[in-house]
């Protein structure tokens, strides 16, 4: 199987489950709390999308959009970071 550049990389200093934070910015034109949501509801099947933050720059052109989740395997994260990279409207990924 290959690896994709957004797979975890040294295994062995992960500990699973795990409470992840993760923290996703985008432009504000965007309705980024409804694809965050999309995007982790897909990989983290009893997510909560209430437990979503969301703020905006100084400036008003982006918006961060802030989540702890409870992840079980590897896969969680692989798979999330996946789908996250190739999201148009997703900008970074923290």
Not at 67 to 86: F, H, M, P, S, T
Request: aromatic content about 6%.
């Amino acid at each position: 199987m290959s690896t994709r550049p957004t797979d975890i990389q040294n295994e062995h200093l992960w500990e699973f489950p795990m409470d992840y934070p993760l923290k996703v910015m985008g432009e504000a034109q965007h309705p980024m709390r409804a694809i965050v949501a999309d995007i982790v509801t897909r990989h983290v099947p009893d997510f909560d999308a209430a437990g979503i933050s969301e703020r905006a720059s100084s400036g008003g052109k982006y918006v961060s959009v802030s989540v702890v989740l409870r992840i079980e395997r590897k896969e969680q994260i692989n798979g999330l970071y996946a789908d996250l990279a190739a999201c148009a409207q997703i900008r970074m990924v923290l």
